[in-house]
């Protein structure tokens, strides 16, 4: 004999999608109008406006206007970091590390100059006096957790006699900002939301690469190889 289901089981299961439709909704509004007005310009009225849902609701889902903001930081540091960081660990076993660095380079320095997590990093830098804990947060969960991962790579490279170091953090804070020093400062400082030309940004990761293999490379020791009564005798 079968049994009818429950008509509060279909209610409750439509509830979860229904609330996380919402969520997304009212963290697309927020995202939306706090990169375009500051978090001061933004307000729970206008985000409940926006996402089209009553300003109870978003108090149902954030507590208030802070724990919002929190979210959407995390939420797109996370996005950018996890990516830039799986890829860091796929390079362990490299056997072309100066084609696999420029890829790696590439395709984090695409990822840190989309548009959207240039506003937001600017915003973060704005309001760093304000919100200090979001600050680290963006910090550790992007570049920082970005520098750990290459230090561990450089570390083990190193082991490998791929690359010569004594330091690995210091090596991968190098790397770092040899790829993304200048388009992103620039980014920050003059204001631009469109990055460069996809053809400058593999031009700044590529020379970037360079500049840390003449430095790091394995290479770099048998630049200057030895003479009869040179230096190297």
């Known amino acids: 004999m079968s049994t009818a289901p429950s008509p509060n089981a279909s209610r409750d299961g439509d509830e979860e999608p229904r609330s996380a439709r919402k969520r997304r909704g009212i963290l697309e509004a927020a995202r939306t109008l706090f990169l375009r007005n500051g978090y001061r310009g933004t307000s729970m009225d206008e985000i ?54 420029r890829g790696l380079a590439r395709r984090q320095l695409a990822m840190v100059m989309q548009p959207q997590v240039l506003r937001l990093r600017r915003l973060v830098i704005a309001e760093a006096e304000r919100f200090p804990e979001l600050g680290r947060t963006f910090y550790e969960r992007g570049p920082g957790r970005t520098i750990a991962a290459l230090a561990t790579l450089f570390e083990r490279l190193g082991t490998r006699g791929v690359l010569q170091l004594d330091d690995p953090h210091l090596a991968a804070e190098h790397f770092n900002w040899l790829v993304m020093s200048i388009p992103l400062n620039q980014a920050m400082l003059l204001g631009h939301d ?9 031009r700044y990761a590529d020379t970037g690469v360079q500049v840390f293999l003449a430095a790091y490379g394995r290479h770099s020791s048998a630049l200057s190889p030895a003479t009869p009564g040179g230096a190297n005798e």
């Not at 802070?66 to 076993?93: C, P, Y």
Request: hydrophobic share 35%; no cysteine; charged share 25%.
């Open 194 to 202: 469109e990055p460069p030309s996809a053809p400058d940004l593999d």
């Open 48 to 101: 409940a406006g926006v996402a089209a849902v009553s300003k109870q609701t978003v108090y149902k889902h954030f507590a208030d206007k802070k724990s919002l903001f929190s979210e959407i930081v995390t939420g797109t540091v996370n996005e950018a970091g996890d990516t830039v960081h799986d890829q860091v660990l796929k390079l362990q076993e490299s056997g072309n590390l100066e084609a696999d660095l």
